[in-house]
């Protein structure tokens, strides 16, 4: 089968790959109909996340229709329409059952790269490198889906292939920094980025019921979504002084909650830009934490920082005597999304959230190296590509 393959640090190619088979009870095999790009992903084409292999299959968002199962499948058959969660789990292990899913014990079979590095591993991940599980991704025409009944759901029939494919880990990824950053009615809640994972993030703060809801980029394409679409007010960090005008918009106090949808490669202005980037080049800080920091100085005494993005390893100039001071809390993690799927497919179904306009740019998997290139560069407003594999 045709499949989008990590060849290099900025480079990706289409090549020809052996079609997937179930390997257990529980797998299903699954025809990509959409496979979408996300921020994740950049960090893996840029070689942040040092343990890609060329060939390896990207790719982790996506949509398809069940087309052979395990014996052990019991929620799933055979042209079944389902999403599936981006983060493997086993549905049974310790984790799973407190609802931790992107913590799972059982859903990354290599889990030594990252006990090294972190201490003790997370779950696995499609497409995401042989540190998160060496799963096989999902730019190709087919794909291997693990633990199928806990990890795909079918999706209701009056929801687009361009709505449903988001619930695989931009809306969950969102809904989940508003919902464990502690959300709540009458909150003033500021957002950096606007990316899908941002503007997901800002859409669930409002249906928790915050008051003001703010999101902070540089580009007007991006913040006209989150104004438009999503019902969010907008900072342009480029025009604007973003501590300032947060503190100016809630009465001097700050935000209640701060929710960081940047990660590693965050871009600042001026002088901290070029430190940053030189400090990470150099291996002296594998991440840039520009919006962490940004977060940490600007909320509220007392409040609550969420961290979305993703990071790898250590980072330089890190804020901890404003933590410590302010008395924040500080919280990050990888989405678990099995908690939220079924949730966010209703809504999706009643309109209460709406994704189709990330899908900026829909093509065939053979445009892979152009969906890229529009995506990293931020090129011809594109929000996300989205491959059409099996089309
Ligand atoms: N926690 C999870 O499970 C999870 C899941 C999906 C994605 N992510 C991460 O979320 C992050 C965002 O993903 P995405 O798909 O929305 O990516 P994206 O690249 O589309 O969007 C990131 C946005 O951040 C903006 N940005 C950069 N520097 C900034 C700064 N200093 N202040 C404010 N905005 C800034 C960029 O202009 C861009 O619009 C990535 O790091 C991704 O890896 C995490
Ligand atoms: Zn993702
Ligand atoms: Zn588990």
């Known amino acids: 089968m045709k499949a989008l393959t990590w060849k290099g640090v900025n480079e990706v190619e289409v090549q020809t790959v052996p079609d997937p088979k179930i390997l257990n009870s529980g797998d299903a095999v699954v025809k990509v109909l959409r496979s979408t ?62 609802e931790l899913y992107s913590l799972c014990d059982n859903g990354n079979p290599n889990p030594a790269l990252t006990e090294e590095l972190w201490g003790a591993n997370p779950g696995g991940c499609y497409g995401y490198s042989h540190a998160m599980g060496g799963f096989s991704g999902s730019h190709a025409e087919y794909i291997r889906v693990p633990y199928a009944d806990v990890g795909a759901f079918k999706v209701p029939p009056g929801v687009s292939d361009e709505r449903a494919v988001f619930a695989s880990d931009a809306a969950p990824t969102g809904w989940m920094g508003a919902d464990l950053a502690g959300t709540k009615a009458g909150d003033v809640v500021a957002v950096w980025g606007a990316g899908a994972v941002g503007q997901m993030a800002a859409r669930a703060a409002i249906l ?16 006209d979504q989150a104004e438009k679409v999503i019902g969010a007010e907008v900072i342009n960090y480029e025009t604007t002084d973003v501590d300032a005008e947060l503190r100016e918009r809630t009465g001097g106090r700050g935000p209640d909650v701060c929710i960081e949808a940047v990660g590693m490669e965050a871009h600042s202005p001026g002088l901290q830009h070029v430190y940053d980037q030189a400090k990470q080049q150099l291996r002296l800080q594998t991440d840039r934490p520009t919006a962490v920091r940004q977060a940490i100085y600007s909320c509220r005494k007392g409040g609550s920082v969420f961290v979305l993005g993703v990071f790898a390893g250590l980072v330089d100039k890190f804020p901890l005597g404003a933590l410590m001071n302010k008395g924040l809390t500080v919280r990050g993690a990888q989405m678990h999304g099995h908690r939220y799927i079924p949730m966010l497919l209703d809504r999706m179904a009643n309109g209460e959230i709406v994704t189709e306009h990330f899908a900026t740019h829909v093509m065939p998997l053979d445009d892979g ?19 059409v594999p099996a089309g």
């Open 369 to 387: 190296p152009r969906g890229y290139d529009l995506f990293k560069n931020k090129k011809d407003g594109n929000l996300r590509s989205v491959f």
């Open 208 to 223: 928790l019921g915050a008051e003001r809801v703010i999101v902070i980029d540089r580009f007007d394409y991006r913040l």
């Open 37 to 98: 790009t996300c921020g994740s992903d950049l960090h893996l084409l840029g070689g942040y996340i040092p343990f890609m292999q060329s060939g390896d299959v990207l790719g982790h968002e996506f949509l398809g229709e069940v087309v052979e199962v395990g014996p052990g499948v019991t929620k799933h058959k055979v042209g079944d329409r389902v999403v599936v969660c981006s983060f493997v789990a086993c549905g049974r292990c310790w984790y799973c059952k407190n």
